[in-house]
């Protein structure tokens, strides 16, 4: 990829993806950084509804888990125990909020919320040594979600490294002793994989990378609520939305995935085109989500919009077809309790903060401070006890 190009990305990737889509008279356009997009919104449709698109297994999980069987059953599996924990997540709630006291740095900030509520189902209480205690420092240091930042991804890579072995160590206790019913997600990877085609390292490095897949959209799309809602209501308060609201349209401005991305499996015909197999070819939800044909004001930050059922576009704030977030459904609802929590009896203000993207894996905001103030200080300041 050019410099000229890096930079760009680097200072507002998603500009520059619309100056790409701007500058591109087909409706299928070359990306510099490898692969194509479909940037016309009725094409990006029609792909995502072609069953040749999805066939294979997905790229997300790679040669770490290519079949698409043992993918399909883990991703149902750790849906289920998340659904399952929502009742646990929502009690975690109130005092992970009041930890974050009258003033908190974000995104961080909301990295270490979700994790405080998941970390339960992410490694259950009992288990022993130094694991859970990595899993928290990889989720306070860059892990979870990966910093724009090279200096601090050196560091995460440091404790990556660390948790990896840990992980592992785990999994080949936990191979010895095994539990029945799944406790928390390595029990979960543990049964979609059997030990004879699985080793210990690559089982963890596959609950890392779920660990990851949890965190990294949770705490991004809570971060971009906050902020999106806050920057449009300066001293607003209480908000005049419903959090639901809030939450679908923070997904729509700003969807966290960066891209939607098949390596084809086979040879399939786009707009007159055919792409080969082997070719990378995604769909950006933010292309979609900011068409002026499908969508009312694409570039107002508009909760209100939820409200009617028109003026609505295409919206895959999680993918679309078999190859779509298995928890996506789980995502908004941990996504709306913890935004329910952050404004209950509380006026929430923003400094800093900006509506450009950092550069990561998806789209996370740049750091802010939120200021939240409790109309009951005394209670909520000690998570109601």
Do not use: K
């Amino acid at each position: 990829m050019r410099l000229g190009y890096r930079i760009r990305l680097r200072q507002d990737p998603l500009a520059c993806v619309e100056e790409l889509s701007r500058d591109s008279a087909e409706g299928v356009m070359r990306l510099p950084w490898g692969g194509w997009c479909v940037r016309d919104t009725e094409l990006a449709q029609t792909l995502l509804r072609d069953p040749e698109y999805h066939t294979g297994g997905s790229v997300f999980f790679g040669e770490l888990l290519p079949a698409r069987g043992a993918q399909v059953e883990l991703g149902r599996a750790v849906r289920g125990l998340l659904r399952a924990d929502v009742p646990r997540y929502r009690a975690a709630l109130p005092e992970a909020v009041a930890a974050l006291g009258t003033a908190s740095r974000w995104p961080d900030a909301g990295t270490r919320l979700v994790h405080r509520c998941l970390a339960d189902v992410l490694l259950h209480p009992g288990t022993p040594g130094a694991a859970r205690e990595l899993l928290r420092q990889a989720a306070h240091q860059g892990v979870a979600v990966r910093s724009p930042h090279v200096g601090r991804r050196a560091r995460a890579e440091l404790v990556r490294a660390r948790l990896v072995t840990a992980l592992a160590e785990e999994a080949h206790r936990r191979r010895r002793q095994p539990a029945g019913e799944p406790r928390d997600m390595l029990d979960a990877v543990l049964a979609t994989c059997p030990e004879a085609e699985m080793s210990d390292r690559a089982v963890a490095e596959l609950q890392l990378m779920m660990f990851r897949a949890i965190m990294a959209p949770v705490s991004a799309a809570l971060a971009w609520s906050v902020l999106l809602a806050c920057l449009h209501l300066r001293g607003a308060a209480p908000w005049p939305w419903p959090v639901d609201h809030v939450v679908r349209e923070a997904l729509r401005h700003r969807p966290v995935p960066w891209m939607l991305g098949r390596t084809l499996p086979h040879t399939v015909e786009l707009g007159g085109t055919a792409f080969p197999a082997g070719e990378l070819l995604s769909v950006c939800p933010y292309l979609l989500h900011h068409d002026a044909r499908h969508w009312d004001s694409p570039y107002a930050f508009r909760p209100e919009r939820w409200a009617g059922s028109g003026g609505h576009g295409p919206y895959v704030p999680f993918g679309t077809g078999p190859f779509s977030c298995a928890g996506a459904a789980v995502a908004h609802t941990l996504l709306t309790e913890s935004l329910t929590a952050l404004t209950g009896h509380a006026h929430l203000a923003v400094t800093g903060g900006d509506t450009r993207a950092a550069m990561s894996e998806g789209n996370v905001p740049r750091p802010f401070v939120l200021h939240r103030t409790t109309d009951h200080p005394s209670a909520h300041d000690t998570g109601g006890r």
